[in-house]
């Protein structure tokens, strides 16, 4: 099993910046990839960004030049989402997701609330 503990949601206004955080421990074998989705209400969840193993990056295009996900070198089972320019409509629970070898499991964290005001 895997777990994983989200941190750095919380409330901001419109223009701000917040950094989530991610750590994952437990019976890792190997990490295929990590990263975030997100879910706002009324809403199917969404990839925002992720890493591949530990080395490409993907992000929503919803997202692109304002979030940056990034890994701790020392590290590779910790991700962070630093996330500049908000906008109202990146309102959502923020989940981190981590996907293991050999079977391509996925494990989610317990989500984390961020909400831009306007």
């Known amino acids: 099993q895997v777990q994983l503990v989200e941190s750095g949601g919380g409330l901001v206004q419109a223009g701000g910046s917040l950094r989530l955080s991610c750590a994952a421990s437990g019976s890792i074998f190997s990490i295929n990839s990590m990263g975030w989705y997100r879910q706002a209400p009324g809403k199917q969840r969404e990839l925002v960004a992720r890493?591949?193993?530990?080395?490409?990056?993907?992000y929503a295009d919803s997202v692109k030049g304002r979030f940056t996900i990034s890994k701790d070198n020392a590290k590779n089972t910790v991700v962070y989402l630093q996330m500049n320019s908000l906008k109202p409509e990146d309102t959502a629970v923020y989940y981190c997701n981590c996907n293991t070898a050999p079977r391509f499991t996925n494990y989610w964290g317990q989500g984390t609330q961020v909400t831009v005001s306007s």
């Open positions: 890493i591949i193993k530990g080395a490409i990056t993907t």
